[in-house]
Every structure is written in C-alpha cells, then in structure tokens.
C-alpha cells in the first residue's frame, strides 16, 4: 500500500556510488571493534581477547515478506533484527553488520532510503555498526542479504547443544503474537484486494501487529543474563516457533523435554485475537513462529535467581532422550513435539 | 546447457536440514580459528591477535551470470573467488566463509550439489572453512550471498587510501583475459540460439575461457608480499576493471597517476582474440574487469625486491592530485582515465 511516493528518482540515475554515499551518510562507526566501514575492498573489525561471532539470513520478496503490508521502513528494521535475534541467542553481543540487497527498477531512490532509514533505526536501537554490503539490481523483486558479527567471551558462549537432564527450560516474553499479526495482515490484504474502498482494520492491534512487523531482539536479555551470573546450558532464538526451535535443542543436546501448555506465556491479545479468528492460541505459539523470543535451558540451582522476573517463564524441563521431548496439555495428555514450523523449500503446487 | 541432469531430486522433497546436511557434510572445518561452523544461530571464531576482516558480495542470475554458458560448480567456485579477492586486498589471509543462497523449483538437489561441489574445490583449495549460510527458495532465478572472513596484523592491512606520490603502480598476472572470455562465451552462445546444432568452439581458447570461469584470487601474492617484507602502500582488486579500480586509489588517496599503456600486461592470447574479434585489447584491460588481480601500490624503494618478479608488472606511478589520473598511450598521448567499468544499475531499457 506504499511506492506511491510523491517524488521518484530512478537509481539508475544516481549510480552505485553515489547511492551508497546517499543510504549510508547517516551511519557512524560507534564501536571500537570497527576500525574500518564501508569503503575499501573489506572492512576491518578487531576483538580484543573475544570471540568473533558470525551469523547471516537471506529474505526474498514474495517468500519471506509481502511488500502487500510491510513498509520498507519496517522492513529494513527486520531483516536488521532477524540477524541480532541469532547473535544474541548465542549469548554474544552484536557489534557490526553487512547489509546487500538487489531490487527492480520497481523500487526507487526514495524507497530504498526507506529500507535503509529502517536499518539505520535498528543499528543505532541495538548499537550495531553497518560495516559493508553489497547494492545489485536484481530482474525482478527485492532480496536482503544480511550478516550480523558480535563478540562474547569464549567462556559465555552458549550453544544449542548443551541442555542437561532436569535443566528448566525458560523462554523470554510471550509467544504466538507475531503469527496472529501476520493472520491479520494477510486477513486484510485478502479484505483489501477484493474491497479497495474498506480501511484496514487493525487499529485495535497495535501491539500484535508491532510483534509483526516490528519485533525486537532480546538485548535485554542477554544483559540480564549476564547481571544475574547466568550462563545458560543452551539457547536459540525461536524463529521458527517453539515446538521447532526446542526440539533443535533437544536434538543437538540429545535429550528430551516435557513441555507444559499451560505455562507457554502468551499475552492477553494474542488469545482474544487467536479466538476471534478461529485459530487455537497454543498452535499460533508453538508453530507461528518469528517472535524472536530466546529459549534457553538453565540448570536448576540458577532458578532463584530468575523465578521472579516477569520477563522469563519456565515452560518446562529437560528429561533423557529416552523420555522423548513431550508437550503435557491442560488436561494433562501427552504429546509428541513435532517440528511444524516454517519450512523453506514448500513443495511446488 | 546444463540441467539435463540423469537423476532429477526435488528439493521440496528433501527438506531444508536434509538438504544443508548433504551439501555440507563433506565440509570440514581447518582452521585453528573456526571454533564452531554450521548448526547453530551463529558461527564462532577466534582470531588471536589480530583484526577481523569481512567482505560480502552478492550475485544474481541474469544480472551477474548465464548459466547457459556458466556451469553451476564453476559458479560456485567463482562465487567463492570473487570474495577471497577482496580479503587477500587488504593483505590478509581469508579463513571463514558464508553461504546464502535462494533458487527457485527449476533447481534440483543435484544441480545445488554441483554448485556447492565448487564451494567445496575453492575451500578446499584456498583452505578456507564454510562456516554458516542459509538456504532459501526463490520465485525466479539463482542468488547467492557469500561473506568472507579473514584475518591480519593490523599493521600489514593495507587499503586503498595510503598511496603517495612517487609510488609505484603495480599489478599481478596479465589482464584483459577474463572480459575477453566473456565476450567469446557470449558469441557462442549467441551462435548456439540461432544454430544448436553448431558445437561451440572453444578449444582453442582454454586460458581465456579458464580466466572467466574458473579465475585464480592472487593469495600467491600477498605471500609474496609477505616473504619480501612488502606492505603495500595501497591495494585493491581488479574487479571492475583497470582504470575504474586505479581511480579508487588515486581518489581515496587523494592523489594522481600515470598509468602507461605499453607497460599492461596482457597474455599473448588475449591480444590475439582481441584482434580478432575486432576489440581493443588496451580497453578489454582498462574497462574489462574480473580479473581479479591485485592493484597495489609500493614506496619506489620496494622496487629492487619485485623488479624481477615475472608476477608483477609495474604499470606506472602515483603523481600528485592536481596531475589528475592519466593513461600514457603508446604513442605518447595523455588521456583521463575514466572509470568505464561493470556498471551496477544499468538504464533501464
């Protein structure tokens, strides 16, 4: 519902150069770990006695995101977050970033400015320092490619493979919000496509459609984990939903978990909205996945310190392998978890 | 002229772990600094001492590359090159790799695995670890997003911003070669369209062909460097082209250049096609690009340790800024050089 922009300069006008000059004057190195940026064949980081942590996704219009209902602007704030998400998960903080992205003659100088306003916002929310990138035009849509590098001390680091029988299993936040903002949006989409005179109707869903849209990375965690002198056994972002994402744990820790439905921290909206639609609330957080909220295991003697802060749940605990990873329902039946969550490769229609 | 694969595997029927399983599993990590590659939210790694350096590059079908004519394990190879070349311009020594890549259905499982049959011979022969990436469907067509990791002494990085006048200018290997290639691999294609039943001819042309497609990134070099206590001045890689890479120099180092026409090297081989194929030789060097040689500068008393190296050809001098950046012809003419290489966002037709 953009790209009706009131002024449009074509980027073939502009030229690589000065293009970048114009997306990227705003941004200034802030961390002393960047010792170069943008500008030379490479830029040049350096980590004193750190480890260097790297992580990269690629989103492509038409698969990942709808530019139907995602501004640019929110876009580039993303695809920014998606990258920070990992390195956090890791228990690392991240420094820098690449940013390339390849798109039509479609988009324009003002829009790409967007996109880049979007990243500019999130590098400076979460102290990142966009270092380099790549700006391609592509022959048809728009594909971000983003590399997000942090450090952590070698000792912090924490993997997905580290989960201990009896660990409680926590989880940041609440969950399931972020697939309910991305029903609503694509309820409204459908709305406007057939009826473009109806105003979309998503004022009363600020917070579910923000979750969509503009999702943060759990910085604040990390930071608390470390106040409280709590290294977790193992961590990952839930970017695929938390029946996948623990079951990645669970995996590569080879263990198993019981999972308890009735302690999935959901927020009031997202039950209300997930009723009203017809969609069941504890599907929506198991398999909606893109909440980038961190699921991490802790060992038991570390539950003092974390039972009663309102931003960390324990949803569960870590069994042995042969127990299976199991989710304990309300009525207390149980189920197998089962990885139902995004899949990149849908097979063809 | 590829894709008529004798087994044909979908990838939507494989599944995304499956798949990244199969592709990487004969990846092993060799580094000392690569301390955790592939399976979790990020890669890990140590560089003791010394600073990080990161480049990324993007690459997209129809845009980039022709996969009537490029084949997909020389893709990958080169996807990789591409990267290597830009670490080994700043004089460092790449170490760690990352792989993003979205295709869409057209692509099978074996078509992937013969492009990251090229990943793997480039790795294998750079030593360099595939430590991360992500996998991705498209809509359309092939992309790929590669970073590069390396490291160095902070004292040996050199950039493209420290040339002074009186140095001498300096390149590797021979130019004009890789353009050439393209421009015989465009013919037969074009012959091809028009007469599938004429065998291209290309036989004759394995060096040219060989420097298109499967190009060398000049790690020799900054080993040689190293070996003759050589820190460059400046330094880039010819991806552009001679006159558009020089001109980075002599404007980021605020200075000037004379640059001599008689003194580019260029193989016995090009200048023959060249002539043939009615193109000056002089500007398939100049405006070419992909040759991913290195274009260094040095202090005039470096000269003694390189003069006879046949690697390195020295092709002029630096001048000061107000001397502008010249190209010295054969007959003793003085252009401007003009920066007339790959060109990001053509027009628009």
């Not at 079951?247 to 590569?252: A, F, G, S, W």
Request: glycine share 6%; with cysteine; aromatic share 8%.
């Amino acid at each position: 519902m953009s790209e009706a922009e009131e002024t449009r300069t074509e980027i073939s006008n502009m030229g690589e150069f000065a293009l970048i000059e114009h997306l990227t004057k705003n941004f200034q190195l802030k961390n002393d770990s960047s010792i170069k940026g943008i500008g030379d064949d490479a830029a040049v980081l350096r980590y004193i006695a750190r480890c260097t942590v790297v992580t990269t996704d690629m989103l492509l219009e038409g698969v990942h995101f709808d530019l139907m209902y995602v501004p640019l602007k929110h876009l580039g704030y993303k695809s920014v977050i998606v990258n920070l998400s990992d390195i956090y998960a890791m228990n690392a903080i991240p420094r820098q970033l690449t940013v390339s992205i390849a798109m039509s003659n479609r988009f324009s100088v003002e829009a790409i400015t967007e996109f880049y306003e979007g990243v500019f916002h999130a590098c400076k929310k979460y102290n990142v320092d966009l270092v380099g990138g790549d700006t391609n035009v592509s022959l048809k849509g728009f594909v971000i490619s983003i590399t997000a590098i942090g450090e952590a001390e070698k000792s912090k680091i924490t993997y997905r493979n580290g989960a201990k029988k009896n660990d409680l299993i926590c989880v940041s936040g609440d969950l399931g919000s972020a697939y309910m903002g991305l029903q609503l949006l694509e309820r409204e989409k459908k709305i406007f496509l057939e009826h473009p005179e109806v105003q979309p109707d998503l004022e009363q869903q600020a917070y579910i459609v923000g979750r969509q849209l503009m999702p943060d990375a759990r910085k604040d965690i990390v930071e608390l984990l470390d106040k409280l002198e709590i290294v977790p056994t193992s961590m990952i972002d839930i970017s695929d939903g938390l029946s996948s994402d623990l079951l990645h744990i669970c995996n590569q820790s080879k263990v198993g978990c019981r999972l308890y439905e009735e302690k999935i921290p959901m927020a009031e909206e997202t039950r209300a909205l997930a009723f009203k639609m017809g969609i069941d609330a504890t599907t929506a957080a198991l398999n909606g996945g893109e909440d980038y909220e961190l699921l991490f295991t802790i060992s038991q003697q570390d539950y003092e310190k974390i039972k009663n802060n309102p931003d960390i749940t324990v949803i569960g605990h870590i069994s042995d392998k042969e127990g299976g990873a199991k989710l304990v329902t309300r009525n207390n039946n149980e189920y197998d978890l089962l990885a139902q969550g995004w899949n990149a490769f849908p097979k063809s229609e």
